[in-house]
């Protein structure tokens, strides 16, 4: 299976700030990486596939960017809303494993 | 609008087995995307258990494989998944979704998710 390494675990941020949470695959998998959010007692949503293309309806304050084995999922100006857990999941070969999670916190 | 409705037992015990359903409305289950169960614990996170096309092809998790089916049933625009041998290492929130775009597209439409507790 492929693993995928997720850090900072979690992270304390303020509204505004900007933050950058990493993702890292044991192994090639080209371009196919996608981006969850997830709140307490919800599905994830899904932010961005194919490592960049944003999600219909996501706020442009969200970024992806990566290739290869090594991927980051930006929120630029973060906003209350976006206090939550991130999970990046690869999608190149079954079982498509997701990471561990990191959670963003309010500072 | 797409939306996915898992329903099942909340409950089962120990050896045995779990079916669940996931209802989809507002998209036809023949509509050329792939369906998707995962499920989430505090101590695995997010796992995913397989997934299967209109077609039937399935792909599962070499993990759960041998426990694990998943089906289609275009008549009643639903998908199952029954997992036999149950433990207690299988309680869980059991989500359903679709996979848009093939490999590259990821799950853009989920499930609330339903809790399955294994416990005599």
């Known amino acids: 299976d492929i693993q995928m390494t997720q850090s900072p675990s979690s992270l304390s941020a303020s509204v505004g700030d900007t933050v950058t949470l990493t993702c890292r695959a044991s192994?090639?998998?080209?371009?196919?990486v996608c981006w969850y959010k997830q709140r307490p007692g919800e599905a994830p949503e899904l932010l961005i596939y194919a490592t960049s293309i944003l999600e219909s309806g996501v706020p442009s304050r969200f970024s992806g960017s990566g290739a290869g084995t090594d991927f980051a999922l930006t929120i630029s100006s973060l906003q209350p809303e976006d206090f939550a857990t991130y999970y990046c999941?690869?999608?190149?070969?079954?079982?498509?494993?997701f990471g561990q999670g990191a959670k963003v916190e309010i500072k | 609008q797409v939306q996915l409705q898992e329903s099942g037992p909340g409950l089962v015990k120990p050896s045995g087995t779990l079916s669940l359903t996931c209802a989809v409305s507002?998209?036809?289950?023949?509509?050329?995307?792939?369906w998707t169960w995962v499920r989430q614990s505090p101590e695995k996170g997010l796992e995913w258990i397989g997934e299967?096309?209109?077609?039937?092809?399935?792909n599962y998790g070499p993990s759960l494989r041998s426990r694990t089916t998943i089906s289609i049933d275009m008549s009643k625009n639903h998908l199952s998944l029954t997992l036999t041998s149950m433990t207690v290492a299988d309680t869980a929130v059991y989500f359903c979704?679709?996979?848009?775009?093939?490999?590259?597209?990821?799950?853009?439409?989920w499930g609330r998710g339903t809790t399955v507790i294994v416990s005599s």
């Open positions: 979704a679709r996979v848009k775009g093939g490999g590259l597209g990821g799950m853009d439409v």
């Open positions: 507002g998209d036809s289950i023949r509509s050329g995307y792939w």
């Open positions: 299967i096309f209109q077609s039937g092809s399935a």
């Open positions: 192994q090639f998998i080209s371009k196919f």
């Open positions: 999941q690869q999608s190149y070969s079954p079982p498509y494993t």
